[in-house]
């Protein structure tokens, strides 16, 4: 009786083991696809930044103002744009001075401006040089202010910490792979001999893998659900110390990654069940000793 409560007390332990140390890394996995959509997501933000500031000629009249405001309402590579008249600059230079300066000239030297944002998809130096020379071209602007270099300054490492990220994420994935297809296997290996037990009385290869599979896919749904579990307590603890968290990783991005990390989970105990059971039902009795 007590080596029967022994082995079951065993096979439970076994099991925990398992989960536990599934759980921690899908943790980890977890917790890069968290960086992985934050740093995405701060990406668009900046990019959503920049833009171009369009100079209208002092003393343009308000058709002309009207029409610019018109085309640069309907262009498909605005994002927004936030206008300011003269006056407005004016008044904006008088507070930055200290002083009214429209009490100081005789007529007002500034010009109605533009700050325009582009899209997110036309953030890049080309595309801004050439739509701010095809806004040079109407005869209402009197300049266009680009930061190109700037632009493709941020641009470039974006792109390089994006690559660097991605990298990361898939040496991690073939790593939790190993690490994940060791610990199945381990468990899988306590159950070599009923594995041969089986074969002896006749079972069919999909009989014998089944069950294993299925324990498997426990395994890996169980651990999947304390990694979601953690992964939700450490996203809303950082959303409490800085309230960029709450924009940079929300909640429906992270629905996407529980999701992946559930499907993560129970393909790889599911893959990782199935190649040891494999590899003991092509062992013979001997080769059980030397596994």
């Keep these: 009786m007590s080596k029967k409560r022994s082995a079951r007390i065993s096979t439970l332990g076994s099991q925990i083991t398992s989960v536990i140390s599934v759980s921690l890394v899908l943790l980890i996995l977890g917790i890069l696809a968290m960086i992985l959509a934050a740093s995405h997501s701060l990406g668009e933000q900046v990019r959503s930044n920049m833009g171009f500031i369009v100079k209208v000629e002092r003393g ?36 930055y001075m200290g002083e009214d300066l429209a009490s100081l000239v005789d007529e007002n030297p500034y010009g109605a401006e533009f700050d325009v944002k582009v899209r997110a998809d036309w953030a890049t130096g080309d595309s801004i040089e050439a739509l701010a020379a095809r806004m040079q071209a109407d005869e209402a602007v009197e300049e266009v202010v680009t930061e190109t270099a700037v632009i493709d300054s ?11 990220l991605v990298a990361i994420a898939a040496a991690l994935l073939v790593i939790s792979f190993v690490l994940i297809n060791n610990t199945v296997s381990l468990a899988v290996y306590s159950r070599r001999f009923i594995i041969h037990t089986m074969k002896l009385v006749g079972a069919t290869g999909g009989f014998i893998r ?38 940079a990783v929300s909640w429906s991005m992270m629905w996407r990654i529980f999701a992946a990390v559930l499907l993560t989970g ?10 040891a059971t494999n590899r003991y039902l092509r062992a013979d009795y001997d080769e059980m000793f030397m596994k």
Excluded at 154 to 164: A, E, P
Excluded at 266 to 275: D, F, P, R, V, Y
């Design 60 to 95: 343009a009249a308000d058709v002309d103002v009207n029409r610019l405001k018109q085309h640069l309402g309907a262009a498909p590579y605005v994002d927004r744009y936030v206008y300011s008249s003269a006056e407005d600059i004016l008044a904006e230079e008088s507070r």
């Design 154 to 164: 941020v641009n470039s490492v974006l792109k390089r910490v994006g690559w660097v």
């Design 210 to 247: 089944r069950p294993f599979v299925l324990a498997g896919l426990v395994t890996g749904a169980v651990a999947s659900v304390v990694a979601i579990a953690l992964l939700s307590g450490l996203r809303a603890y950082a959303a409490t110390l800085d309230p960029v968290v709450e924009t």
């Design 266 to 275: 129970l393909i790889i105990c599911g893959l990782a069940s199935m190649i």
